[in-house]
């Protein structure tokens, strides 16, 4: 089930730097040797919620925040000894509150967008099911009207991505991915009524196998999302998505009249470009979505 960040996230967010600091105060009244703003910031930037471990997150904020204790010591009088100590209670607090109020974005991300890509999947399959043998497939309106009502629950569209608190490190990699999707997303909504209006007409045989073999190339872009999210993993597929969109194209200048002038004249050579079209931006929106994913957390 998906957890809205504003609600639920906000709320573990506030008991982690609370604990953070209440901890640290805690710590600086009986070690009088410590200095509480020492301790409190590794605590609360250690205490902020990012994308991967966070043993290696708070590692990494120890080292820098000793690279900049070793850097000071050269221009202020400072106990070297007594700062390291100080940084390295405040990350060991940071990473205690991350196992007790623990929020992984990218786990809750990955249940959010699943059964989006899922539903995406189901609806292009019924229209290239529909499309390929002709028939007017009944379940194509359920699963239009299922990926709408995912798009429109708060609940599972991860839209916590856009609110204003978000982690800024994390915003931009989060709605980069989420926006490509809209756009597959308008794309595939678009596509069904490309597809109605494209029955009115007659398709050379060629054309329509690439048009059928390039959407089902959509779906396996898809479907590598699907395993990604699902199971962490990427597929290294061989797959070559680039050659068939190639040949779709070819063949559809083929099919034109000598005389291009005739083309705003013939509404089946408008219809079929636009629906050309459509297939090769959903690929490009697809490609970017899976050239976007980062490697799989170990």
């Known amino acids: 089930m998906s957890i809205n960040y504003l609600s639920s996230n906000l709320i573990r967010l506030l008991c982690k730097l609370s604990f953070s600091i209440v901890f640290a105060i805690i710590i600086n009244h009986y070690l009088l040797l410590t200095n509480l703003y020492w301790v409190l910031l590794p605590a609360i930037l250690v205490s902020l919620p990012t994308r991967g471990s966070q043993l290696r ?12 204790v070793i850097a000071v010591q050269f221009f202020v009088p400072i106990s070297l000894q007594d700062r390291a100590i100080d ?13 007790i109020w623990p929020i992984n974005l990218a786990k809750e991300f990955r249940a959010d967008i ?38 429109t629950k708060r609940k599972i569209y991860p839209e916590w991505i856009f609110s204003s608190g978000f982690n800024p490190g994390l915003r931009a990699g989060f709605r980069f991915f989420l926006i490509r999707l809209d756009q597959v997303i308008e794309l595939l909504l678009i ?3 490309q597809l109605h209006r494209q029955r009115k007409h007659d398709i050379d045989p060629p054309v329509l196998d690439f048009i059928i073999k390039s959407l089902h190339i959509n779906v396996e872009i898809l479907l590598m999302l699907v395993k990604y999210f699902k199971h962490n993993q990427i597929n290294n597929t061989q797959s070559d998505y680039a050659s068939d969109i190639a040949a779709l194209e070819k063949s559809f200048w083929q099919m034109l009249p000598g005389n291009l002038e005739l083309l705003d004249l013939a509404e089946e050579f408008l219809v079929l470009a636009a629906l050309i079209r459509n297939v090769k931006d959903t690929r490009g ?14």
């Open 114 to 151: 699943l059964p989006i890509l899922q539903a995406m999947i189901h609806y292009l399959e019924a229209m290239i099911t529909d499309f390929s043998h002709d028939t007017h497939a009944k379940n194509i309106f359920e699963k239009k009207v299922t990926l709408e009502k995912l798009l």
């Open 87 to 99: 940084i390295m209670l405040g990350v060991t607090i940071g990473i205690w509150s991350q196992f």
């Open 57 to 68: 997150k708070g590692f990494i904020f120890l080292i820098i925040l000793l690279a900049i």
């Open 191 to 193: 596509l069904n009524y």
């Open 285 to 298: 929106c697809l490609l970017k979505l899976a050239n976007a994913l980062p490697e799989p957390e170990g």
